[in-house]
């Protein structure tokens, strides 16, 4: 039978400027607290809500909306409510929360006497997902991280019962399923770095603008007109990403082009994926082809992008040999056409094509631990026994 005692509530996230913040609130009345201040299109029922749902809200004051959420219950071993709420980690957002949750009657306490709750059919490998949810750069990507939390703590308890069941074999399959995911599992953490190439004027600044849906970076018709590389954070369509804009690559006049030129460069070497924009409506010369593929590195994947597709696109463009099965994809950054569809092949090329598909270790020590755990039990013959201590220590947090 639950308890009584009194309701409790804490941001268990250190204070900062962005990511996500987690509120969690504790009791009997829980649920009945914060209902009044959640609005989504089917009213939750956090009392019926199961322990393996989340349901994506807004937290409201009266007709005020204040920021989307992220509702998570679940039961502690006592039969108390333990309810979790991911909002923008903004500190006046948290404060906004607080102040709501103090004013219907819950104590706010210090967050160590609420973070080592763990439910009971959890395990390690899930609270940690709390851990990272402050480095969240989007509200979907901090969902996609409680699923995958819940998600990769059944497939890790799956290959356990294989290994007790003496099926090695079996047990290795999910184990290299998750390694497989692990990139795409940390890009999904981090966010990709995606660098944008091309010529002077091919439209990049006013691309990355588009793909990011902002308008940080200042675009001219004049070519050259960036002269050093700007970041733009951005979501395509959930999956958080890093846009860098680059200076235009031509064959440099000054030592200042020269360095602007050096840089973007650098910034393609670090990329997770490369863009190489291009203005769709004339022909490239082949000294910008050759500038090009002097500054794109050969070991980073690439899409190529024609731009200014509503000035029309000239059918003079030869493929280079590593895109010959993948055709350029034609957009407008100015109107918006074909971006839709350049957002799918980046996440494509990213292999997060779906983003709720990626399921893998999220930290670097889970990452160490499954391929540890995928070479003992691929070994000849499998090493059962420590194979069975590494996913023990994983799953206990060790």
Known sequence: MPTTE???????????AGGVAVIRAVGAGAAGLLAPYLRVRRPPDLETLGPRELRLCRLVDGDEVIDEAIVAVRRDDRGLQVIDLSLHGGPQIVQRALRLLAGAGAEIVEPASLRPWRDAADSAVVEAVLDLLPAARTPPAALWM??????????????????????????VEVIERLCRAAPAARLMVRGARVVLLGPPNAGKSTLANALADAGRAIVSDRPGTTRDWTEHAGSLDGVPCILVDTAGLREPSDALEAEAIRRAADQARRADLVL??????????????????????????????????????????????????????????????????????????????????????????????????RDLLAASPPDLPRAREELASLLGGA
């Open 6 to 16: 009194p309701l409790r509530a804490a941001c268990l996230t250190p204070p900062a």
């Open 146 to 171: 409680l699923k995958t939390g819940k998600a990769l703590a059944a497939a890790l308890a799956e290959a356990s019962r294989r290994m007790d069941a003496g099926d090695a074999a079996g047990a």
């Open 276 to 373: 190489e924009v291009f203005d769709g409506s004339r022909a490239v010369s082949a000294a910008e082809m050759a500038v090009l593929a002097a500054g794109r590195p050969p070991d980073v994947p690439g899409l190529r992008v024609l731009n200014k597709s509503d000035l029309g696109c000239v059918a003079a463009w030869t493929c280079r040999p590593e895109y010959r099965n993948e055709p350029p994809v034609e957009v407008s950054a100015l109107t918006g056409a074909g971006l839709a569809d350049l957002r799918r092949r980046i996440r494509e090329a990213l292999g997060l094509e779906p983003p709720a598909q990626v399921v893998g270790p999220l930290t670097a020590g889970q990452c160490r631990r499954c391929r540890a755990i």
